[in-house]
């Protein structure tokens, strides 16, 4: 079975400073999709940046990027000059095939991240 | 652009309850989904649709139903409720396209839910 596993639980950094979330995964599929999604303190769930695993370029939206080691199967999510608004919980995801083409997320705990002023 | 409206925003129920929660898109798409959130536990699927009148379960369903009667709407019943159950539960969609769907969920802002 796929599995996503973000082993930081809560990280803190000071606002301005570049900060990286770590998340592994697990999966069979010879193509396959990863994704990070922000929750903010009100719950919302923002879709952020996404990585298909057939591209080697690492994705970049704004001031987010990802770290995409596929030897290592895993998938970092970079924040560069971090604002205090970038507090919120951080979900790396991995797209799994249900059936046909229906598929569903699959997510791993999430990552608490703080930004001090 | 489009959004996914989920009401109630809270909710709170008695054990035994039978709950309903309800979802509305307007983005046009296919696919919607319910996940539950807990915490420490992250999101679980617990229903999906894939079109009008279509229901799957997820990994979670027990205890629960699900209605697809239009498109843009998709509805979860807590069949019965648990003693001090808190949760938080999140609808979604996305397009399914065809030749394999490699699209973004999009989500509403969600429905915490508390038994007394």
């Known amino acids: 079975a796929q599995k996503v596993t973000q082993t930081q639980t809560s990280i803190s950094v000071v606002e301005k400073t570049t900060v990286t979330m770590d998340c592994v995964y697990e999966?069979?599929?010879?193509?396959?999709?990863l994704f990070w999604y922000k929750q903010t303190a009100s719950g919302e769930i923002v879709f952020l940046i996404r990585?298909?695993?057939?591209?080697?370029e690492n994705a970049t939206v704004g001031h987010y990027s990802l770290n995409f080691q596929k030897p290592k199967s895993s998938i970092g999510l970079i924040i560069t000059a971090t604002q205090i608004e970038d507090s919120a919980v951080y979900f790396c995801?991995?797209?799994?095939?249900?059936?046909?083409?229906?598929?569903?997320?699959?997510f791993g705990l999430g990552t608490t991240l703080q930004v001090q002023p | 652009g489009g959004i996914i409206t989920q009401t109630p925003k809270f909710l709170i129920g008695q054990e035994g309850q039978k709950l309903t929660l309800k979802c509305q898109q307007n983005f046009n798409h296919d696919t919607m989904y319910w996940y539950r959130q807990d915490s420490g536990k992250g999101l679980r699927l617990i229903y999906y649709s894939i079109t009008e009148n279509d229901l799957q379960k997820g990994d979670l369903s027990e205890g629960y139903d699900a209605s697809r009667e239009k498109k843009s709407s998709f509805s979860l019943t807590v069949t019965s409720a648990q003693k001090n159950e808190m949760a938080v539960f999140l609808c979604?969609?996305?397009?399914?396209?065809?030749?394999?769907?490699?699209?973004?969920?999009?989500f509403g802002a969600g429905t915490r839910l508390s038994v007394l």
């Open positions: 995801a991995m797209r799994e095939v249900i059936t046909g083409n229906t598929e569903k997320l699959i």
């Open positions: 990585q298909d695993s057939y591209k080697k």
């Open positions: 979604a969609s996305t397009d399914s396209g065809t030749g394999g769907s490699q699209n973004t969920l999009y």
């Open positions: 999966t069979r599929d010879s193509s396959y999709f």
